[in-house]
């Protein structure tokens, strides 16, 4: 078994997760190393969405082992799992009858319930870092643009401090100029907090731009895990061949 001393964070081994007769992943192996920003795509339904909801236990595989940390998380406790991996999805996940404070301020009030301080500076430094305003504190979430709830929804990820950032889609609904802007922050992010980063995406140059590797899933397998430069000059399967040639069209 890998530990975490190799700087291995996220580990599969041998894992099948099927529903009935339909197998979504069909042995599945992979290895996230710690400060890496592993960006995934592949085709819908390829299994990208149930991998990643396995690394914080929302999913449990059908066998096979997955490891975070250097730990069996099956083994482990689900909640403080939870809280040491953040998760942004796409649109949702703001709690919608809370303030913008609140939502950020939900997990450190939690963690640091009697240093009422110690949460407000929390959360003053956790809007600076997704470039929001602090007069959006006050907001609903139905009161801000769908970029700017994205960015929430990644302050409130980052606010225990986590040590895996998982995000599935998390720009696909905003325009293309908040793309590139969400896209900027969580590069800085990545660079500066050195959060561990699984990042899907359809978009295979924001697979390219962001990803220290990229993973090319198709029908629940690997079709290549690499550098952006090797996916780009060196695809290892048509799949992949197809899905490179495809971003050079657009
Ligand atoms: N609860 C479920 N019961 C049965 N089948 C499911 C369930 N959840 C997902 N599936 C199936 O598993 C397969 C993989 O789904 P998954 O959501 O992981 O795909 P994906 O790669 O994330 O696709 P997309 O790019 O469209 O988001 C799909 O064929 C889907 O229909
Ligand atoms: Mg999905």
């Not at 305003?133 to 990820?157: D, F, H």
């Not at 969580?186 to 050195?194: A, K």
């Amino acid at each position: 078994m890998m530990t975490a001393e190799n700087g291995t964070v996220i580990r599969f081994e041998h894992v099948f997760k099927s529903y009935g007769d339909h197998e979504i992943l069909k042995d599945f192996g992979l290895e996230v190393k710690k400060g890496e920003f592993l960006t995934v795509i592949g085709s819908s339904g390829s299994g990208k969405t149930t991998m990643l909801k396995m690394i914080n236990g929302l999913l449990t595989p059908t066998s096979g082992t997955i490891y975070v940390d250097g730990k069996d998380i099956s083994k482990e406790n689900q909640t403080l799992l939870r809280r040491n991996i953040g998760y942004v999805i796409q649109g949702i996940g703001l709690f919608p009858h809370m303030t913008v404070w609140k939502n950020i301020a939900y997990v450190p009030q939690l963690l640091n319930h009697r240093d009422k301080i110690r949460t407000h500076k929390a959360v003053d430094r956790l809007i600076e870092v997704v470039g929001l305003n602090k007069e959006m504190l006050t907001r609903y979430p139905a009161e801000l643009s769908g970029g700017q709830r994205q960015r929430v929804g990644i302050a409130r990820a980052l606010a225990a401090n986590p040590d895996i950032l998982l995000m599935d889609e998390p720009f696909g609904a905003v325009d293309e100029i908040t793309r590139k802007s969400l896209q900027h922050e969580i590069s800085r992010i990545h660079n500066e907090l050195g959060v561990t980063v699984v990042f899907i995406t359809h978009d295979i140059k924001e697979a390219l731009t962001l990803g220290t590797r990229v993973l090319v899933m198709n029908n629940g397998k690997t079709e290549q895990i690499d550098t952006p430069d090797a996916i780009l000059h060196h695809p290892a399967t048509p799949f992949v061949k197809e899905l490179v040639q495809a971003s050079y069209n657009c």
